[in-house]
């Protein structure tokens, strides 16, 4: 390798205490769950005329859309990368989390519009029914959640899932809730208070979900991240003289990357310098999936280097 030039790739493991298959496993116990009980609840919200209840059973419809498209993303990931896919198709798990919050999102506008439509025109509603099927479902979910959380939560597509089941139970409990009040008060609308209270919540687990999956897919820096401290803390490292062309993004959930450019003074090993640089990324910035290019200063500037510097240029 020439002297004042090299390009370093550091790639080191990436683990996340769970493997794939036992994520898979978990989501699956939690998907034949859901379904199991998802067609007793439709049936008794149809007989109850309880709204609290059919929104449960279709939120809990979406739950097992949720996990059935994460444990198809997994699939698509564990594929080795290859061909025009450099980085594999790991970010098929961030496109599953991003139509999960999408499809909390949809919900909660058709649950929202029901609701309102109920608290004009309350509909009678058995109370006993809603609360012996709302403590079931609350069981149900409960467990569906426990099975989910044994799986890797970092990623952001176990993470979809795991929020689709997780508002899921809170709707089991709303419906509980507008049962006894049902039940005990003979206040009808109580059902259509409760599905505003789920419908809230799916809004901001939604909400979540698209904005981090719309921050991995647009390359932003990870969460708690800053580029500019990463710059700063590069060019503090002893011969370099000037960091560019800096870019910090993420392959997938949890998974971060770094390239960048770096020119250092002429007596400087290059070779010294990048394995210095990536022990400093690693050690401070939990980054070890590296590309560095190291020339020495009297060759080039960021100004030859390329037209114009993409973002900002760090120099002594």
Request: aromatic fraction near 4%; include cysteine.
């Amino acid at each position: 390798m020439h002297d004042d030039h090299e390009h370093g790739h550091g790639h080191d493991g990436h683990p996340h205490g769970v493997s794939r298959d036992a994520d898979r496993r978990w989501l699956a116990i939690a998907l034949g769950v859901i379904a199991a009980f998802m067609a007793v609840e439709v049936v008794v919200g149809v007989l109850a005329q309880s709204l609290a209840l059919i929104s449960d059973a279709a939120h809990m419809l979406t739950d097992a859309a949720a996990i059935v498209l994460a444990l198809v993303a997994m699939r698509f990931a564990a594929r080795p990368a290859g061909g025009r896919y450099t980085f594999g198709l790991a970010r098929a798990e961030i496109l599953s989390a991003a139509a999960n919050g999408l499809s909390l999102l949809l919900l909660a506008g058709w649950l929202g519009y029901e609701a309102i439509v109920r608290l004009a025109d309350p509909a009678e509603v058995t109370g006993w029914m809603v609360v012996v099927t709302g403590l079931l479902g609350l069981a149900v979910n409960v467990l569906a959640a426990w099975a989910i959380g044994k799986a890797n939560r970092s990623s952001l597509n176990v993470q979809g899932a795991y929020q689709h089941v997780l508002m899921d139970m809170f709707a089991s409990v709303a419906a509980t809730a507008a049962g006894l009040v049902v039940l005990l008060t003979g206040w009808a609308r109580a059902d259509a208070v409760a599905t505003l209270v789920v419908v809230v919540l799916m809004i901001r687990g939604g909400w979540v979900l698209l904005r981090e999956s719309a921050r991995v897919l647009l390359n932003a820096a990870p969460a708690g991240v800053r580029p500019e401290a990463i710059g700063v803390d590069m060019l503090a490292a002893e011969g370099v003289v000037e960091v560019h062309d800096l870019h910090v993004w993420t392959i997938d959930s949890g998974q971060a990357a770094l390239s960048a450019h770096v020119l250092v003074d002429e007596p400087a090993d290059c070779h010294l310098v990048r394995r210095e640089l990536e022990r400093v990324l690693a050690a401070s910035h939990s980054i070890t999936h590296t590309t560095l290019q190291v020339d020495h200063q009297v060759r080039e500037s960021a100004d030859e280097h390329c037209e114009s510097a993409h973002g900002q240029v760090h120099r002594r």
